[in-house]
């Protein structure tokens, strides 16, 4: 792998992507020394091949200014990844916020793996496909990568900066291109397999690919298919660390400020201190009375002290035993490319995928807090009748965990349609075009299944003895109301009956259609010689249609649920676009100048939706000598607001709003939802770095990038009274959604998405490669590479209404903004040795210490520490010999060989997760296996 080091790959094989296409044959001339490694993505070894370049749309001799990260197919075998995401997620300048071990961290389909650059939001990297957007796979934008087969991929290009003079909205963080290798001939066949220490986590992935050349190598085409499932970590109990069930708790021995005893503590066995499975009265004389199996009755267990919604030890119910630590999946995938020359000017090419993936997962139990019983309730034992009657208590609150009643299950599944079109050629040896059209379609389905129907709950609960019959039945249907429903016994575990949980559990459902269309034209060529070389352009015309349709449920769009209650949403726009770019080399072999270039991008964008803006990038790089080159761009990008943001189904409701103008309490009318006023986000990135790569040390390469991207106007939803007091610290688009009577009283907030949140990340990106020569390796031959890449966050600042700034760089609560957080340094470093038909791989990879939550100190918290961690796996490959051709390898591995626990990191949300799997290894140590076979 090769990270922010150079922009021209030579390692990859032709795209027929729009893009910088180069004669590869003419770049090996050029820079042999680019050259790191080939694995099955080598390049041929000769023939007029073009190679795309995701930095850059224009052709030139020179390498980009922008910082590149390219993954050759090798790099991914070499890790025994199964899939891209897993691959690059390990990079240190992905957060992996996304995942199907981020479950609890994020509201995304379960199980889905969507790549965040930088931890700004998935929603600000942009994905293309062999330099061409895919169809998203949810309204936010972002794409489910579980729906691209990587067995067909060639490589990946990551830019690592803004792009989006270069290729449009959503390139803040910058893009990840995934591109086929479209040279292959013959087939290849895999198959692997995995599983935890601990027996779970068991995985399978089966993949063929086959490429074949047409008409006499005037063509070819590829075919790849891929099933792969994984059947996760199914609970977090099942490990050691879980079982502990870290959460966080209110100290009780804390006396107020500045005693020097923290409000809070990070401890082991913390449970919910108001609700249990069996049940729980609190209020009143029978406090502390709950309920065994059979409706037994019992004497609450309270712990060793709460604070009033948690407790230490104890028999207080637990949300987090039960959760996903992996989501269990399945995919399905296939993939075609190709390409025929027409004639010598004239290309067709085409690409068609198909992606299945689903998932199911229990999301939760289904809770209560509290349910109103009565004391004539049907179920009500004689033993507990007679203390009500005691006591003189007509009713008393039951707060109860209903995991007896089966869990709220998540079944989603994503199927993903895409198909392009088009053609290229020459209108000259110097200039080339291309143009094509693209369609694409996802249909998201999510049906929660035992989701709570709370009437329905709160009727079976009421429950009576029917007079004329002497059996429990509501009491609604007593008074002609609540057909069918079924009396529900809420007194033990497993005292609801089959009837009454089938009464009270519904299905929501959410259907989706998101369909994009897009037409694209791109020309490239040269213009003319500055001395040093020709100055290269591309300019280019595009027009983008995207659409979203969405039914629910009629309980969902009701609110009937106890959670998710999705809603519709219904719209679209139209975007049109037109870019040019422009490449000079200034000078080259004169004294202090080997080499100096300057370029630039600029991109018109208008939105039917939010109207037009300019994006626009600038850069250079400078090589004093051969051995040292400086590099670096500026530029402004935007984020046009996602189908999301903009459709979002619109519901109004009420709330007490503290008015600062009057001094009053008012109490208003609040409307949420999607916002078509929106306008696009505005960041603006610098990127600053050096490559050195020392002609004295043969293999070594260096380089070091300095990033800042800092984003304005970021869309938000805030809460009526945060719009309020933004308004009130002078936030203009906050005081826009407040709507005043003549007397100054508030009567209406819109507390829809708004341009008033702002982001900032600086920090740098450093690798260092090194490909020891043969006979200096030990004596004992073979080629030993090392690479090691490191990302520091010197800063990482968010703030939600432009006016409060918290500082998110070196801490890792999951807690507020999940996807923001970031440890201060992380890093990844290899080593890989291949001697003969051996090859060995080793990686450890690195977390930094951080803090729990930045703005805690000694008194609000008992341990602010969070321990660094290191990550060691390994794996093997052996070349089987073979004398047919074949070539045939058989791969093992182990992954977190140390089997290392997470540090504790409790998600404060009734305390269901106890690490942050964002950045710490969940399933503990792992092996997996597997055997390749190809044929030429």
Not at 550 to 562: G, M, P
Not at 732 to 748: E, H, K, L, P
Request: contains cysteine.
């Amino acid at each position: 792998m090769k990270i922010g080091v150079q922009a021209t790959t030579l390692d990859s094989l032709r795209s027929g992507a729009g893009g910088l296409r180069l004669p590869l044959a003419a770049l090996m001339a050029a820079f042999p020394t680019c050259v790191w490694s080939q694995g099955a993505a080598g390049p041929a070894a000769a023939g007029p091949e073009e190679v795309v370049v995701t930095a850059s749309r224009v052709r030139t001799g020179f390498e980009a200014p922008t910082p590149v990260t390219t993954v050759g197919i090798d790099d991914i075998q070499a890790r025994g990844s199964t899939n891209v995401a897993d691959y690059l997620n390990e990079v240190p300048s992905f957060l992996a916020s996304t995942t199907p071990a981020t479950t609890a961290l994020n509201s995304r389909e379960n199980g889905s793996n969507v790549l965040d650059l930088r931890g700004l939001g998935a929603e600000r990297t942009l994905l293309l496909i062999n330099g061409r957007r895919h169809v998203a796979t949810a309204p936010d934008n972002t794409v489910n990568i579980n729906v691209v087969p990587s067995i067909a991929l060639g490589r990946v290009e990551v830019v690592t900066g803004g792009a989006s003079a270069s290729w449009g909205s959503d390139a803040i963080a910058g893009v990840v291109n995934l591109i086929p290798d479209q040279e292959l001939t013959g087939f290849r066949l895999e198959v692997q397999g995995g599983t935890s220490e601990h027996g779970d986590a068991d995985s399978l992935r089966l993949g063929g690919v086959y490429g074949h050349d047409l008409g006499d190598g005037r063509g070819h085409a590829l075919l790849a298919l891929e099933y792969s499932r994984d059947r996760g970590v199914l609970n977090q109990s099942d490990r050691e660390w879980g079982r502990r069930r870290y959460g966080l708790i209110g100290n009780p021995g804390d006396t107020g400020p500045n005693d020097g005893r923290p409000a809070r503590l990070i401890a082991e066995n913390t449970n919910l201190f108001f609700a249990n499975e069996g049940g729980l009265i609190l209020g009143g004389p029978l406090t502390g009375v709950t309920f065994g199996p059979g409706g037994a009755i019992r004497t609450n267990d309270f712990g060793g002290f709460n604070d009033g919604n948690f407790q230490v030890g104890g028999t207080g119910g637990n949300l987090g035993q039960y959760i996903d630590l992996v989501v269990p999946g399945r995919r399905y995938n296939a993939f075609f490319t190709g390409h025929f020359d027409i004639n010598q000017g004239l290309t067709a090419f085409a690409e068609a995928s198909y992606g299945n993936s689903r998932s199911e997962t229990e999301t939760v139990q289904s809770f209560t807090f509290p349910t109103r019983i009565t004391s004539d309730n049907a179920f009500i034992s004689p033993e507990l009748r007679a203390r009500l009657a005691s006591s003189n208590v007509a009713a008393f609150n039951l707060f109860r965990l209903n995991t007896d009643i089966g869990f709220i299950t998540a079944d989603s599944q994503t199927e993903t349609y895409r198909g392009v079109i088009g053609f290229r050629g020459r209108l000259s040896p110097a200039w080339r075009w291309d143009a094509y059209y693209q369609h694409g379609r996802t249909d998201y389905r999510n049906r929660q299944l035992n989701n709570l129907i709370v009437a329905n709950f709160r009727n079976a609960a009421d429950a009576v003895i029917n007079p004329a019959t002497g059996q429990p039945v509501c009491r609604a249907t007593l008074t002609g109301g609540a057909p069918g429903c079924q009396p529900i016994n809420l007194f033990g575990f497993g005292s609801p009956s089959r009837a009454a949980i089938d009464y009270v559990n519904g299905v929501g459902a959410y259907d989706l259609a998101l369909t994009q269309d897009v037409a694209a034209a791109t020309l490239t060529g040269e213009l003319f010689d500055l001395g040093a070389g020709k100055v290269a352009t591309a300019v280019g015309i595009e027009y983008r249609s995207e659409k979203v349709r969405s039914e629910s449920d009629a309980l969902s769009r009701a609110d009937a649920f106890l959670i998710v209650n999705a809603k519709p949403i219904n719209g679209s726009f139209d975007v049109k676009e037109a870019f040019a770019e422009v490449v000079a080399p200034l000078l080259a072999n004169k004294p202090g100048i080997d080499r100096l270039e300057l370029s630039g991008a600029v991109r018109a964008t208008d939105y039917t939706t939010s109207g037009s803006v300019t994006t626009w990038k600038f850069g250079g790089s400078w090589s004093p000598v051969a051995d040292v080159r400086f590099r670096g761009t500026i530029s402004r990008d935007i984020r046009a607001p996602n189908l999301g943001e903009l459709f979002a189904f619109s519901r109004l409701s009420f709330a007490n709003v503290s008015n600062p103008v009057t001094g009053r309490t008012d109490f208003t009318r609040v409307l949420t939802g999607g916002n078509l006023d929106l306008q696009p986000e505005e960041s603006d990135g610098k990127n600053f770095g050096v490559v050195v790569e020392p002609r004295w040390i043969s293999g070594l390469r260096l380089s070091a990038d300095y990033f800042d991207i800092q984003i304005d106007g970021a869309i938000n939803s805030l809460g009526a009274q945060d719009i309020v007091r933004s308004c009130a610290a002078g936030v203009s688009s906050a005081c826009a959604t407040i709507t005043r009577d003549a007397g100054g009283t508030i009567t209406q907030v819109n507390a829809q998405f708004i341009n008033v949140a702002r982001l900032t990340t600086k920090g740098v990106d450093v690798e260092a490669l090194y490909r020891v020569p043969e006979d200096a390796f030990l004596s004992l031959g073979g080629l030993l590479t090392l690479r090691a890449l490191v990302t520091h966050v010197a800063e990482k600042e968010f703030s939600p209404n432009g006016v409060v700034v918290f500082d998110r760089a070196g801490e890792i609560t999951p807690n507020a903004e999940p996807q923001f957080v970031s440890p201060k340094w992380r890093g990844t470093l290899t080593a890989n040795y291949d001697y003969g038909q051996l090859s060995g791989f080793l990686q450890t990879r690195f977390v930094g210490s951080a803090r729990y939550d930045n703005t805690f100190t000694t008194e609000d918290i008992n341990d602010n520490t969070v321990q660094a961690e290191w990550y060691v796996n390994v794996g093997a490959r052996w070349r089987v010999p073979s004398s047919t051709g074949a070539r045939v390898e058989v791969f093992l591995g182990m992954n977190n060989v140390f089997d290392n626990d997470p540090p504790p990191a409790p998600l404060n949300f009734i305390s269901p997760l106890g690490t942050n799997p964002a950045f710490y290894d969940v399933v503990g140590r792992s092996f997996y296996a597997g055997a390749r076979v190809g044929v030429q």
